[in-house]
């Protein structure tokens, strides 16, 4: 049953998805807007009830209230009873951007996906080395955004130190709109390097998120030829999930994962 929830409710959120995105789009006929409006109010009534069940079926219910999901879940949810609720030509543009929050529901769909999990967690293990890494960027970035004002000036394009170091991260990461370009051989050269070095830099964080991501699947690999198996039972008192099939107890917090067992046997 929990199974069939989460496929449904991964169903809805691609649905809602697409409602959103053909919302934007004029020309339909009129009828077509209105499936669009109902169908999305018969959407998010479900993630209402499903928001709220959440929430009483959880004993500490602010550990999922504030939680990443659970304010995924809530800008996924309350956007269009205030877009309701707002009514009035001044503040049009405030409902349609509050309307236009739904589309946060796709992030719903990360908690359903078991190899979701991995990927955050190697991204989290990863984060000091990218940080520094991106420490690093930033300081060739403005060091070659000064170089290249002094080589190229003004009369270039370049001018100030500011737009210099925006070339140089346009340049950098290799997206290159073109609106500024050397022009003089050594800021040719330079610009040359810099494109480059911007190949190496692109592949230098996916290598530490691999890594990472690899470290964290062996930790799964099969331990003494037997395998760990783990479900999506969520812990009643905090919301804590991925327990073991052998699991008693939260892994988190320790509260009783099934205290109904205990009471039939003692029945």
Known sequence: MGKIFDVVLLILILVSVVFVMLESVKGFPEEVYDILY????VITIF????????VITIKKPSSYIFSFYGIIDFLSTVPLYLSFILVGSNVLLTVRALRLLRVFRILKITRYVGESNKLISALKESRPKILVFLFFVIIISIIAGTVMYLVEGEESG???????VYWCIVTLTTVGFGDIAPVTPLGQLIAAFIMIMGYGIIAVPTGIVSAEYAKSTSKAKPDDDHYVHVNSQA?????????????DFCHHCGDQLHPEDILEKDA
Do not use: M
């Open 38 to 41: 109902y169908g999305e109010w």
């Open 47 to 54: 993630f209402t009830f499903e928001y709220i069940a959440r």
């Open 158 to 164: 370049f001018v100030s130190i500011p737009v210099s």
């Open 235 to 247: 812990c009643r008192n905090c919301g804590a999930s991925k327990h073991r099939d052998d699991a």
